[in-house]
């Protein structure tokens, strides 16, 4: 680092920063440092760093479903995010427990991770705030944890819910069966509030009574097999829906097979839209519109959000009786994805692919 320094005519403290991503840093100083560390090809010695630091430069991300693809494409945004400043990401599957288990109390009491990041878990705040080391940062993403003391980010789900539901009524849909997600957890109740908003609104009144009907609305795991069985169960129990809007993508995929099952034709006899925009949707058969969120960027936010807990606890500038800021709040606006699985008409004010 001093020889960095030397070569950019800076102080050591300013590569430092540069090193660190810490943003107190001019544009062109920083650009003279990450020059010279080109030229002189330097790089950080990360064990070292975690001495200095007696940190272990590893960050725990906590998810409840690997096979679900759009969590690998949340910890790809976490992973950018904390590699820039040296960090590794642990990946850890909670598939789907309702609590957490020996094995988060053996990660974040151990001292194995510097922090972590909650996404999509289903946890209450009570036996998560008993179980997190004080000084531990813990970011929380995707699923609320009402009750945590902790920085979070997630997208409007209500929004996305309301957005997809008034999509299939633009398209004429008039009875859209609901494949929600598990009851309780945040996400699906916001995406359930959205389908309900938008069904009692005045706006479809107008688009003559379309109808929330209590039958039409389906719970359950945000799998493919349940969206698969719920589809199926619906069309063997005689029930008459013309759209399909499920709480996530793997579900919607379900519902398609089931519906090619039962010679159902998409969209011409039933529009189906998911949520999520995993990668899968654009190759289904037909392609499946959708509700996209914008997961690498909720990733990197998370990660962002983590490593400027972990700054503040390690930099001397702030002692440890200074107060941590309060936790911060970030909610990003979904967007809307039409593709062929709901393309029965000309769609107004929609983006189309
Ligand atoms: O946990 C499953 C779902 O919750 C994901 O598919 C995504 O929609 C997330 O918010």
Not at 323 to 338: D, M, N, T
């Amino acid at each position: 680092m001093r020889d960095v320094a030397r070569e950019a005519g800076v102080s050591i403290a300013t590569v430092s920063r540069v090193v660190n991503g810490v943003d107190a840093v001019a544009e062109s100083t920083r650009r003279r440092v990450l020059e010279a560390i080109r030229r002189l090809n330097y790089s950080p010695n990360l064990v070292a760093k975690s001495l200095v630091h007696r940190g272990t430069r590893n960050v725990a991300l906590f998810v409840p479903d690997i096979m679900n693809p759009f969590f690998p494409a949340i910890a790809r945004g976490v992973a950018d995010a904390v590699a820039s400043e040296g960090y590794t990401v642990v990946l850890c599957n909670t598939d789907d427990s309702t609590e957490p288990g020996p094995h988060f109390e053996r990660l974040l009491r151990g001292n194995f991770v510097d922090g972590a990041i909650l996404c999509g878990t289903a946890w209450d705040a009570a036996p998560l705030s008993e179980l997190i080391p004080a000084d531990l940062p813990v970011v929380v993403m995707d699923r609320r944890v009402p009750g945590l003391r902790a920085d979070s980010v997630e997208i409007d789900n209500r929004l996305g819910g309301l957005m997809a539901t008034r999509h299939l009524l633009d398209v004429g849909c008039r009875r859209i069966l609901h494949l929600g997600g598990p009851v309780g957890v945040s996400t699906a109740e916001g995406r359930l509030a959205g389908y309900l908003e938008a069904l009692c609104s005045g706006a479809a009144d107008e688009r003559d009574a379309a109808e929330a009907d209590s039958d039409l609305i389906t719970r359950g795991p945000f799998r493919a097999e349940s969206g698969y069985s719920r589809t199926r169960a619906a069309l063997e129990s005689g029930l008459s829906f013309d759209g399909i809007f499920a709480a996530n993508d793997l579900l919607a995929l379900g519902a398609l097979q089931a519906l090619r099952q039962f010679g159902r034709r998409v969209p011409e006899d039933v529009a189906v839209i998911g949520f999520d925009d995993i990668y899968m949707a654009a190759l289904a058969l037909p392609p499946l519109s959708t509700v996209a969120q914008p997961t690498y960027r909720l990733g990197t936010i998370a990660g962002r959000m983590l490593m400027d807990r972990l700054d503040r606890s390690a930099s001397p500038a702030q002692p440890p009786a200074h107060p941590q800021p309060e936790p911060k709040r970030v909610v990003l606006e979904p967007s809307l994805r039409i593709r062929e699985s709901t393309r029965r008409e000309r769609v107004q004010g929609s983006e189309e692919e």
